[in-house]
């Protein structure tokens, strides 16, 4: 079997698919085909993989080919010494991960010089030989023998042949993988707080004397703790059971040494191999373990990040509608911007209706001349500082409007990463002239009336909605959030004639450099009549238009399929089909009993298959539909606007504004999240919080826990009102010390910090306590 075909077989099982399909994609792939593009026009050729097949295809695709890569340069090296042998050549073709390759050559490295070079330089693999050998005879007196320069006496010795022992251990391939497998079932990772850090880590309080599973910790926890020991609050260790596994671990070390009898020889190999356990491999062990914990933390993370950003991109959009955005703020002011259908800038102003100027009245009056004078017809405010103060400034102007005048409707919307936006170079561009803080006010308003569109102008990092996304492989991480942002806004398609750059830039073959060629284009032609206007563009060549035009929409053009999803290599599979039809093409779009006279399978030629066929008539049923869902907004309950006006018991709507591993953030109107915890998530056993709900979702919740002080609420969206946090866990099989996870609200830009720890004694406020600390 060639390395490509390995290839294709070990990502088929991965993906759960056959190898023909997989060898197909990575050819597209490697053409410079896109994801987007391979998953929506090319199922013939895949076989119908979809983005997610696809995106974890190519992840493996890299590993797998630097795998090869290694294995051809270590049997290169190896051979290269005179050592390869048949053995060590199938040995390094099973090999099928990284740290078993490495395994089998750590003999062949080169290295420093270490004790054991310098024992075989002195002879005393002779000693070594004969203890092995002779295993009733003492150690001690067949050292006598082997007395040479540097080892004088029979004690250096026996530490000459040891040192050589221990290293045949420590690169024996075969003992390192039994060890590794032990251990990876195994292992315990334990915490314990330096001395006299256990006031300044305080927020680390759960981990100060801590013991679980390290194949079963959950990310947020292997994060918590090490981020913990990076801040010098507790040190983190990866071993066996001290009671048991230890002696296990020593027995596995001695196994190859067949050292099982009571002889004077037996014992010593087994003092050697405890030795070599505790002073070599315990340590190389754990450092494996630390990195693979690392990285599988990251992983989880990275992938939790990335879902609750995919739900927030693809959350409802508001529309083309004139919107009023507010940036609340207190002594600096409300930042007020009117951008009209399209998002164009209209109108921009600061309102001061609160401290130190309290011009309640000026402010109300701003308001109903902006909403009147530009016919506004959505309010968005952001949730920051004075959001609910802002959102009864906007109840009260609105009352007092002229009853024959629009009536805009208020929605409070997450203003995370607006900050970042409004010092932007992208800002600063966009609007040379405006107030740094006024920019945020036009970016609440526009991610109102598109989320997608406007989001994506900001580093997803920035957003808010990840797990200690700082601690992470920041290159993965952002590789990972690059792969979401395309995914979404090649789902949902783009105006090209209204798409800003930084938009053109994630759809399918453009990139920023093209998408800004577009758009000088469009600025100095005007708008695109058609797709195959595209090929004007400077720098726009045939493959990039193979790529992007099925992504582009135009609106009311001379070609009525421009506006939809189908491809303009498919156009004349799209007029056959309507031809079938028997009426012309504007009428037999949006018309699903047209089509349903028809047969998707008397379309399929050598070019296009049943899928690509399929998905034409859909498109053509519903063209251009745009896959989010409608519009909806959580009500904030009168009254309750700071969390000391929540008691519990109290049913209130909410949005939820970020998914975690142990629960959901959920926005009630009152400046600080509240977390419903997975426990109460419903009447039943939820594993995974995104099951129940996702970012942007409008839940009814209940207040079951208030603390003021730090700014801690508990909710639940449990129906039974009966089980607590803590019997729901319990049913599930707590573990010593399971920690506990709470939540706030986190700042611009940013992730909440936690402030004090709780005192223990509620279950709900110790879950509050553990998610402040995940965020």
Known sequence: MDTDQRIAQTIAQDINARPQQVTAAVQLLDGGATVPFVARYRKEVTGGLDDTQLRLLADRLVYLRELEARRVAIVKSIDEQGKLTDDLSRAIAKADTKAALEDIYLPFKKKRRTRAMIAREAGLAALLDAIRANRNADPAKLAEAHLCEGFETAKDALKGARDIQAEELCENADLLGRLRDFLHREALISARV????????????????????????????????????????????????????????????????????????????????????????????????????????????????????????????????????????????VKAAVVDATGKLLATETLYPFQPKNDLRGAEAAIQRLVTRHGVDLIAIGNGTASRETERLVADALKNLPASGPKPTKVVVSEAGASVYSA?????????????????????????????????????????????????????????????????????????????????????????????????????????????????????????????????????????????????????????????????????????????????????????????VRDIMAELEKPGRDPRPGFVTA???????????????????????????????????????????????????????????????????????????????????????????????????????????????PPRGGSAKPKGQDSGNSALGAALLDAMKKR
């Open 194 to 333: 330096i001395a006299g850090q256990e006031a300044q880590g305080a927020k680390f309080s759960d981990y100060f004397d801590h013991r679980e599973s390290w194949a079963k910790v959950p990310s947020h926890r292997a994060l918590a703790m090490l981020r913990a020991a990076k801040e010098g609050v507790v040190t983190v260790d990866i071993a066996p059971d001290p009671e048991t596994g230890a002696a296990q671990a020593e027995a596995i070390v001695a196994a190859p040494l067949e050292a099982r009898g009571e002889s004077p020889g037996d014992r010593w190999l087994r003092d050697v191999a405890g030795w070599t356990w505790r002073t070599k491999l315990s340590l190389t062990m754990m450092l494996d373990l630390m990195g693979d914990l690392r990285a599988r933390a990251h992983e989880e993370a990275i992938t939790v990040f990335a879902r609750n950003l995919k739900d927030l991109l693809l959350a409802a959009p508001a529309g083309a509608r004139t919107t009023l955005g507010l940036d609340p703020g207190i002594r600096t002011g």
């Open 635 to 745: 009500s904030f309950a009168d009254g309750v606007e700071e969390i000391t006006d929540l008691k519990p018991g109290m049913s209130l709507e909410g949005t939820v504004t970020n998914v975690a591993a142990f629960g959901a953030f959920v926005d009630i109107g009152v400046h600080q999240d509240g977390l419903v915890h997975v426990s109460q998530l419903a009447d039943r056993f939820v594993k995974d919080p995104h099951e129940v709900v996702k970012a942007g979702d409008v839940v009814r919740v209940r207040v079951v826990e208030v603390d003021v002080p730090r700014k801690r609420i508990g909710l639940s969206m449990r129906k039974d009102g009966g089980a607590s946090a803590k019997e729901d866990r319990n049913a599930r099989g707590p573990h010593k010390n399971d920690p506990r996870k709470g939540g706030g609200k």
């Open 424 to 612: 932007s170079e992208l800002a600063a561009k966009e609007f040379p002239d405006l107030d740094v803080s006024l920019r945020g006010a036009v970016s609440i308003a526009r991610r109102l009336q598109d989320p997608l569109a406007e989001l994506v102008k900001i580093e997803p990092q920035s957003i808010g909605v990840g797990q200690y996304q700082h601690d992470v492989d920041q290159h993965r991480l952002s590789k990972s959030l690059k792969a979401v942002v395309e995914d979404a806004v090649n789902a949902v398609g783009v105006d090209l004639n209204t798409a800003s750059a930084p938009l053109l830039a994630h759809v399918s073959g453009l990139g920023p450099s093209l998408a800004q060629s577009v758009v000088d284009f469009r600025d100095a032609n005007g708008a695109f009549a058609s797709r195959k206007m595209l090929k004007k563009v400077s720098g726009l060549g045939p493959k990039a238009f193979e790529q992007c035009a099925g992504f582009l929409r135009i609106r009311d053009g001379a070609e009525p399929l421009d506006a939809s999803a189908v491809h303009p290599e498919a156009y004349d599979v799209a007029r056959k089909i309507v031809s079938a039809c028997g009426r012309d093409l504007r009428s037999v779009m949006g018309d699903s009993k047209a089509l349903a006279q028809v047969r998707a399978e008397t379309f399929v030629d050598d070019r296009f298959g049943l899928p690509t």
